[in-house]
């Protein structure tokens, strides 16, 4: 079985500082990762994903993410936020023949 | 190229009632999966369908059901609502089916249903 931990519920920052959104997996396999991002009445839309290769990924809007394999971790970062990143973010997990697996959402807030 | 489609967008419906959901993939994909958002439960696994098959299964009760068309359309009915299944239920399409591709999924709008 595989699962995905988001140690924080919610994360304020101010605008134009820096933010980690942290997320840790178990997997018993080799596996994929991804961010969501769901602003909101929205459905969600993919920020990044790790497949294979540089253990850095970049995303869409400035968000990057290091893949740590001893560590089982999959951090989204940016290093200056904006009003408009307020939203949720979702960790997932993908590998083998189990469905994806996400986390149960990280909730950014941005304040000006 | 399209997105994901579903329909419709809000309804509400009474204690009792039943209600059906539909979602239209994206052209090519042949896998599309149903999850339940709440704010006390955040997301939750209702199923994936590959190729008119169930392959995977949350723990939802057999009020939940779904099905998947040979275009890869697919509905999903919840018979005798309940005011807990008021839900934003999304539906995320993929281009192959479990243990297939890289499980990276393409999310529609939702239909975001209020019991009443």
């Known amino acids: 079985a595989q699962s995905v931990t988001q140690l924080d519920s919610q994360v304020p920052v101010f605008e134009e500082a820096p933010v980690e959104l942290r997320c840790n997996y178990s997997s018993s396999v080799s596996v994929y990762l991804f961010w969501y991002v769901q602003y909101p009445n929205q459905g969600l839309q993919l920020l990044l994903k790790?497949?294979?290769?540089?253990?850095l990924v970049k995303g869409i809007n400035g968000f990057e993410a290091e893949f740590n394999k001893s560590q089982t971790s999959f951090h989204l970062r940016k290093p200056s936020v904006h009003i408009s990143d307020t939203a949720e973010y979702f960790c997932a997990v993908a590998g083998g023949y189990q469905k994806v697996t996400f986390g149960t959402g990280t909730k950014l807030q941005v304040i000006p | 190229k399209a997105g994901v489609t579903q329909t419709p967008r809000y309804l509400i419906k009474t204690r009792g009632q039943q209600v059906t959901l539909s979602c239209s993939p994206i052209s090519g994909h042949r896998s599309v999966s149903w999850y339940q958002q709440t704010p006390g439960q955040g997301l939750q696994f209702l199923f994936e369908y590959f190729s008119e098959t169930q392959r995977n299964k949350g723990n939802f009760p057999g009020r939940f059901s779904g099905r998947q068309f040979s275009n890869s359309r697919s509905e999903m009915n919840v018979s005798t609502l309940e005011l807990g299944d008021s839900a934003l239920y999304l539906c995320a399409s993929s281009l192959a089916g479990p243990g297939q591709g890289t499980g990276e999924l393409f999310f529609g709008e939702g239909s975001r249903l209020t019991v009443l």
């Open positions: 790790y497949l294979s290769g540089s253990t």
